[in-house]
């Protein structure tokens, strides 16, 4: 089933794969990393001009991470703005996503997140470090191959 933002990227021969819609309705889009910036720019003249939230994810242990953007069309007048959901599949051994913090800057602190949790990085972003763990942290605590550095777990803590 295709839906409207998916039909308007074939219409425009933009490459994409539809993956259907979330349990709201959403629909949920995923883009090639390469494809990502020119999309990106495209939805937002297209009148996406809201990135509602940044976030990522591991797939799978070893397998591809994932960077997902909710954008929403925010007009006068209208009280169910339309929305879409777009993921952006990386490999694991060299994670590079186009940063969209110079369309939407609410994107700064949260693709700082994505990359301090998982290591994927956004090329193009002014300010790209960590902002949760200390600079001297070794690896990225949410991928779910992660091993925690001199963990010890507590037996009997009561």
């Not at 494809?35 to 799978?60: E, F, K, P």
Request: charged share 20%; net charge negative.
């Amino acid at each position: 089933m295709q839906g409207r933002s998916s039909a308007w990227l074939v219409k425009h021969e933009l490459v994409h794969r539809s993956l259907g819609f979330d349990y709201q309705g959403i629909e949920t889009l995923q883009i090639k990393p390469e494809d990502w910036y020119s999309i990106a720019v495209i939805s937002y003249v297209y009148g996406y001009n809201y990135l509602r939230s940044q976030c990522a994810y591991d797939v799978a242990p070893g397998g591809l991470l994932a960077s997902v953007y909710h954008l929403t069309r925010i007009q006068y007048g209208v009280d169910q703005p339309e929305e879409v959901c777009i993921k952006v599949f990386a490999p694991r051994g060299n994670p590079r996503i186009p940063s969209v913090f110079w369309i939407w800057k609410s994107a700064d602190f949260q693709e700082r997140e994505s990359y301090d949790m998982f290591g994927i990085s956004y090329d193009n972003h002014p300010r790209l470090k960590r902002i949760l763990m200390p600079e001297s942290w070794i690896g990225w605590p949410l991928r779910k191959d992660y091993i925690a550095p001199d963990f010890y777990e507590i037996q009997d803590a009561y």
